[in-house]
């Protein structure tokens, strides 16, 4: 079963800064959407940012100005860069790729990230 690979999550103390690195295989065409998700404990999952076909970006009102997500297609990698950490980013983060053609969900098993006070 095709999976994404995520990488990055860790302890940071708030106002520090992370990089989440997601592992896309070659074996997925046809991508449209890449992104990333969150979920802390008790929440349902949410959308932080994604990268949709042609460039266009769409971030959550939480992580505005705060997170970045980019992608490096030579290196098959999503990155999400987040700075000045905040206690309520605290979750595990996941990566997400929807292709086309058919259309089909790839998602990875999660990284944690803990902002501490």
């Known amino acids: 079963q095709v999976q994404l690979v995520e990488s990055g999550g860790g302890l940071v103390q708030a106002g520090g800064s992370l990089r989440l690195s997601c592992a896309v295989p070659r074996s997925i065409f046809r991508i449209n959407v890449v992104g990333w998700y969150r979920q802390a404990p008790g929440k349902q999952r949410e959308l932080v940012a994604r990268?949709?076909?042609?460039?266009?970006?769409n971030y959550a009102d939480s992580v505005k100005g705060r997170f970045t997500i980019s992608r490096d297609n030579a290196k098959n990698t999503v990155y999400l860069q987040m700075n000045s950490l905040k206690p309520e980013d605290t979750a595990v983060y996941y990566c997400?790729?929807?292709?086309?053609?058919?259309?089909?969900?790839?998602w990875g098993q999660g990284t944690q990230v803990t902002v501490s006070s």
């Open positions: 990268i949709i076909s042609g460039g266009t970006t």
């Open positions: 997400n790729v929807i292709a086309t053609l058919p259309v089909r969900d790839y």
